[in-house]
T-cell receptor, first 115, second 111 residues
Framework: GAVVSQHPSWVICKSGTSVKIECRSL??????MFWYRQFPKQSLMLMAT?????????EQGVEKDKFLINHASLTLSTLTVTSAHPEDSSFYIC???????????FGEGSRLTVL | DAKTTQPPSMDCAEGRAANLPCNHS???????VYWYRQIHSQGPQYIIH???NNETNEMASLIITEDRKSSTLILPHATLRDTAVYYC????????????FGGGTRLMVKP
């Protein structure tokens, strides 16, 4: 079946540095991808909707200049956490929709730890 | 999207059926009921979805009440690997929308 893959699965970085997380649809083209953030023992919270070839749509309270999203191709969306701080430490999850069917698949998640 | 209500946690004995309830009293006529689960430190995994009729697949069964205001996910023979947070979500199928996650039910399967 369809698979969505994220990389890296975990990353540790120093405060002030930037981290890029990739989300790929492996066997289908995804015009829309979604980025979620999940803090410990909490549910997934939608951060932004990534649209191929256009600007991402951010949810209220999510800083677009801090969380840069690029959806340059139909199989790849990237989330860059700029100038990361310890409070950005979280589990970041992407999902992608198959346009023809509307089926939604999730990536394995990427755990970010900012020291 | 319609709001769903689930118990925050449940326990189930290994080998027994796990019945996870979900209330969605404000569901609209064209919204589907989806179930996902999330095992610790992994992305959500699709389980099953339905509109009106009961559904069954290799993972679970979904029972939707006639008025569609509630549903139950049934894991017929729970195993330790079924320990996870289970999310009930209602959404328009094919809308390409993001799914809105509620609190879910944390199912603990015990030996």
């Amino acid at each position: 079946g369809a698979v969505v893959s994220q990389h890296p699965s975990w990353v540790i970085c120093k405060s002030g540095t930037s981290v890029k997380i990739e989300c790929r649809s492996l066997d289908f083209q995804a015009t829309t991808m979604f980025w979620y953030r999940q803090f410990p023992k909490q549910s997934l919270m939608l951060m932004a909707t990534s649209n191929e070839g256009s600007k991402a749509t951010y949810e209220q309270g999510v800083e677009k200049d801090k969380f840069l999203i690029n959806h340059a191709s139909l199989t790849l969306s990237t989330l860059t956490v700029t100038s990361a701080h310890p409070e950005d430490s979280s589990f970041y999850i992407c999902s992608a929709t198959i346009p023809a069917t509307g089926e939604l698949f999730f990536g394995e998640g990427s755990r970010l730890t900012v020291l | 999207d319609a709001k769903t209500t689930q118990p925050p946690s449940m326990d189930c004995a290994e080998g027994r059926a796990a019945n996870l309830p979900c209330n969605h009293s404000t569901i609209s006529g064209n919204e589907y009921v989806y179930w996902y689960r999330q095992i610790h430190s992994q992305g959500p995994q699709y389980i099953i979805h339905g509109l009106k009729n009961n559904e069954t697949n290799e993972m679970a069964s979904l029972i939707i009440t006639e008025d569609r205001k509630s549903s139950t996910l049934i894991l017929p023979h729970a195993t330790l690997r079924d320990t996870a947070v289970y999310y009930c979500i209602v959404d328009l199928r094919g809308a390409g929308n993001m799914l809105t996650f509620g609190g879910g039910t944390r199912l603990m399967v015990k030996p």
